[in-house]
């Protein structure tokens, strides 16, 4: 699986973790938890119980600034998990829901690798919606701008959780 490479706004991210792969994994899965070492995760909640597998959905929000494009707002997300190779890869995707911007399908996906005791973690997504399709020029690179600089900052949210003793 992997994202929509023909949606509106996709971008990538990588960081290296000092740290053992199984810890980056635990932590990055434990998703009930994000809104503890997240900034950008205001509330989280799993919508079933169990491993956290294909299958498995959970409802988060998370603020959006202001911006040219739209006031600021809060989306309510909804995702479901679609693959997961447990300690490599996992991918999920969903609708992000708010008052002033919607985002009809979101595909983020996330993989991990290890050498030397250090956990390479690669993330992607891609966004899709009628609103996106339609920026061009400066409009369409300052959304792409925004989801890059979430997926930098959820690394770096990451690595700092997984890092600190």
Do not use: Y
């Not at 490479?5 to 994994?25: C, K, M, Y």
């Not at 959905?57 to 997961?84: C, G, H, M």
């Amino acid at each position: 699986m992997s994202i929509d490479h023909q949606a509106s706004i996709t971008r990538s991210s990588d960081i290296v973790i000092n740290a053992p792969l199984q810890r980056v994994w635990d932590v990055h899965t434990a998703v009930e938890s994000w809104n503890q070492w997240q900034q950008a995760v205001l509330t989280i909640e799993r919508l079933e119980q169990g491993p956290f597998s294909a299958g498995a959905q959970f409802r988060w929000t998370t603020p959006v600034p202001e911006s040219q494009l739209s006031p600021a707002d809060t989306l309510t997300i909804t995702s479901s998990v679609k693959q997961v190779d447990p300690r490599k890869c996992v991918i999920w995707e969903g609708p992000a829901v708010g008052k002033s911007i919607t985002i009809d399908r979101g595909v983020h996906l996330w993989t991990f690798s290890e050498a030397d005791g250090k956990t390479s973690v690669h993330t992607e997504e891609s966004w899709a919606a009628p609103l996106l399709d339609s920026l061009q020029g400066p409009d369409h690179d300052a959304a792409a701008a925004m989801l890059g600089g979430g997926l930098d900052l959820w690394l770096q949210a990451l690595k700092t959780k997984v890092e600190t003793p």
